[in-house]
């Protein structure tokens, strides 16, 4: 699925080209300098629209430097080093004690040591053992509160579903921007039969800073509306995960990991947080495990 196909989503984008100069009528690919409307249920979506919109999320982040996680590690890419905000990487550590050689396998930020001589930051490492540790008591916890997790996100929830002032802006500034459309062409095509006025100049320039200013609230309201989505997804997809656990997590579950944590961050051994989909961080001691 590519990002850019708006169809699956159910949505469809008008005005994907735009006409740049009034009047010679020729037509431009829309970079983004005028706004692009989103229209909803233009035609039956292939993929539920807060599906998509977590793709998307998901196709941001690895942009932005984030690492594909399906086929790595569990743990790669989601401990973080609480110092300096650098990801922690697996290292395999070997001493050879009395003639016998042994190796150890530790997690540690890949930051700590890059510049020559200097420790970057303080950060201990951790073993598999201790990271999950972290996760069994981090989960427990969140299952031992379950219900009233569940109470808390409801209204959350509701807050986040609920767009509809965010749309009513929307369409009111549509209207706006629509108007101020027709006013620019109308400038231009005066310009162009009175030739050389400043006046003229002056009135096109605040025409097209207003125009500027309605696409840039619109862009906001869109970037808004989507991130509701993403988070209310994320949420109800944690509250799920944690529905279904009725009994007390005794051992490791990578399925569940991979699922339901976001990020680990590591201050010290006595202060790792676990960071859940929701958002929510619960700090736990990984002392001697
Ligand atoms: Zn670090």
Excluded at 89 to 118: D, P
């Amino acid at each position: 699925m590519t990002e850019a196909n708006e169809k699956y989503k159910g949505e469809a984008i008008l005005q994907k080209s735009y006409t740049t100069d009034y009047l010679q009528k020729t037509k431009k690919k829309n970079m983004g300098e005028i706004p692009k409307y989103h229209v909803r249920d233009s035609h039956a979506p292939i993929v539920r629209p807060e599906v998509f919109d977590l793709v998307q999320d998901e196709l941001r982040k690895r942009r932005n430097g984030g690492k594909t996680r399906t086929c790595s590690h569990a743990f790669s890419s989601r401990i973080v080093c609480g110092e300096c905000a650098g990801q922690f990487g697996q290292k395999t550590w070997r001493t050879a004690l009395g003639g016998e050689r042994t190796s150890r396998v530790i997690w540690q930020c890949n930051e700590k040591y890059r510049t020559k001589g200097n420790i970057n930051c303080r950060t201990p490492h951790l073993t598999d053992q201790q990271i999950e540790h972290a996760f069994i008591v981090a989960f427990n916890q969140v299952l031992g509160e379950k219900s009233r997790y569940i109470a808390d996100y409801a209204p959350i929830i509701a807050m986040l579903t609920d767009t509809g002032a965010l749309e009513i802006e929307a369409e009111t500034l549509k209207e706006k921007h629509e108007e101020l459309y027709t006013l620019v062409k109308n400038c231009i095509e005066e310009k162009a039969r009175q030739g050389c006025d400043p006046a003229l100049d002056e009135k096109h320039n605040k025409l097209i800073e207003r125009f500027e200013s309605i696409k840039t609230r619109l862009d906001e309201i869109s970037g808004e509306i989507e991130a509701r989505s993403v988070k209310r997804t994320k949420i109800q997809t944690f509250l799920a995960d944690i529905a279904a656990h009725g009994e007390i997590l005794a051992a490791f579950d990578e399925t569940l990991w991979r699922r339901t944590v976001e990020r680990v961050i590591v201050y010290r051994e006595s202060d790792v947080r676990v960071e859940f989909r929701d958002g929510r961080q619960i700090k736990v001691s990984v002392v001697g495990k």
